[in-house]
């Protein structure tokens, strides 16, 4: 099962976890999506986006259209929010312009910590 991890950490973070993985010779076996903050975080993963991503897993492609249709919404609406995941790097657009989000299963991963 592919699955993607949803996380919080800084671009150094991210960098030294690629260079550990590279010098080691061993590769993540799970993607990763990161997020500087909790609060960007959640500024691309709204509720309704969260749905989007809910209706994608373990889908393949399909188009807006279906997918507005899946979580029953509006396609303009959805057209909207599926550009926010795209430039946000969550989901892509294949070859054939319909949207894809790979992974059949995703895990979100964050520490909130007293300040």
Same mark, same amino acid.
């Given at each position: 099962?592919?699955?993607?991890?949803?996380?919080?950490?800084?671009?150094?973070?991210?960098?030294?976890?690629?260079?550990?993985? +590279?010098?080691?010779?061993?590769?993540?076996?799970?993607?990763?999506?990161?997020?500087?903050?909790?609060?960007?975080?959640?500024?691309?993963?709204?509720?309704?986006? +969260?749905?989007?991503?809910?209706?994608?897993? @373990?889908? @393949?492609?399909?188009?807006?259209?279906?997918?507005?249709?899946?979580? *029953?919404?509006?396609?303009?609406?959805?057209?909207?929010?599926?550009?926010?995941?795209?430039?946000? @790097?969550?989901?892509?657009?294949?070859?054939? *312009?319909?949207?894809?989000?790979?992974?059949?299963?995703?895990?979100?991963?964050?520490?909130?910590?007293?300040?």
């Amino acid at each position: 099962m592919r699955t993607v991890t949803l996380d919080v950490r800084s671009l150094e973070e991210g960098l030294a976890a690629f260079r550990d993985a +590279w010098n080691s010779g061993q590769a993540e076996d799970d993607a990763r999506i990161s997020f500087a903050s909790p609060e960007l975080l959640w500024k691309v993963l709204t509720a309704k986006r +969260w749905e989007i991503l809910k209706a994608m897993t @373990g889908q @393949g492609p399909m188009s807006v259209r279906e997918t507005a249709r899946r979580v *029953g919404r509006d396609v303009k609406a959805v057209h909207a929010d599926i550009r926010a995941l795209v430039a946000a @790097g969550v989901v892509r657009r294949s070859d054939d *312009g319909r949207v894809v989000f790979p992974f059949e299963a995703v895990h979100v991963d964050f520490l909130l910590r007293a300040a």
